[in-house]
């Protein structure tokens, strides 16, 4: 396992993934009041993992149904077929994380 920048071959998946990492930033900061933000590529096994991860207050427990963020990250997610899932995290803060085959 390799943690750094990894290689993306396919130019969509690449775009979706930035795409899905600015959205995830733009929600620490603006909704998060995250004062740090973390990004990590992991290259694993047949495995790469984008993970985005801030120290911000994390999401509502009963949070609004009216943002597209984190869906249209799922939905991004799934046209490159990848696994999504975002969530707070037990330390505090939010983390966002993109596994892909490859």
């Given at each position: 396992?390799r943690?750094?920048?990894?290689?993306?071959s396919?130019?969509?998946?690449?775009?979706h993934?930035?795409?899905?990492?600015?959205?995830?930033?733009t929600?620490a900061?603006?909704?998060g009041k995250a004062g740090?933000?973390?990004?990590?590529?992991?290259?694993?096994?047949?495995?790469?993992?984008?993970?985005?991860?801030?120290?911000g207050?994390?999401?509502?427990a009963q949070?609004?149904?009216?943002?597209?963020?984190?869906r249209i990250m799922?939905y991004r997610?799934?046209?490159?077929?990848?696994e999504?899932s975002a969530?707070?995290?037990?330390?505090?803060?939010?983390?966002v994380?993109?596994?892909?085959?490859?």
């Open positions: 396992m943690e750094g920048n990894f290689f993306v396919d130019s969509q998946a690449a775009t993934l930035f795409y899905i990492a600015r959205e995830a930033v929600n900061i603006k909704h740090s933000i973390v990004i990590r590529c992991i290259d694993g096994e047949g495995e790469k993992k984008m993970i985005i991860r801030d120290d207050i994390g999401a509502p949070p609004a149904d009216t943002g597209l963020g984190l799922r997610s799934e046209i490159i077929g990848a999504f969530g707070n995290r037990d330390q505090g803060g939010f983390e994380v993109v596994k892909m085959r490859g």
